[in-house]
Nanobody, 117 residues
Framework: QVHFVESGGGLVQAGGSLRLSCAASGSTAGANSMEWYRQAPGKQRELVAVISTGDYTYYVDSVKGRFTISRDNAKNTVDLQMNSLKPEDTAVYYC???????????WGQGTQVTVSS
């Protein structure tokens, strides 16, 4: 099974930037997409960004124009560049990988992002 280690979170003021990184261990061969999620206190985990075969990208409306997802297939990593951060971006951020519509990895510990106003 694939395991993930997320890193790069921290405390930042509103308007600042962070770059998250997710390293996948185990085979992701044949995966269709690599995805970032976040979960704020008291809320459900939500999809933030997707990068799929052919480098097609998708972003939830609330982060469009501010976040950029990218991946390095050779290193089996997926990054999330987050600019113009807002307090509502505060959450624990997680990554995962889908193959044929199903997650093929177990959820990691995530990385905490806290944006102060």
């Amino acid at each position: 099974q694939v395991h993930f280690v997320e890193s790069g979170g921290g405390l930042v003021q509103a308007g600042g930037s962070l770059r998250l990184s997710c390293a996948a261990s185990g085979s992701t061969a044949g995966a269709n997409s690599m995805e970032w999620y976040r979960q704020a206190p008291g809320k459900q985990r939500e999809l933030v960004a997707v990068i799929s075969t052919g480098d097609y990208t998708y972003y939830v409306d609330s982060v469009k124009g501010r976040f950029t997802i990218s991946r390095d297939n050779a290193k089996n990593t997926v990054d999330l560049q987050m600019n113009s951060l807002k307090p509502e971006d505060t959450a624990v951020y997680y990554c995962n990988v889908r193959k044929n519509g199903f997650f093929i990895g177990s959820w990691g510990q995530g990385t905490q992002v806290t944006v102060s106003s």
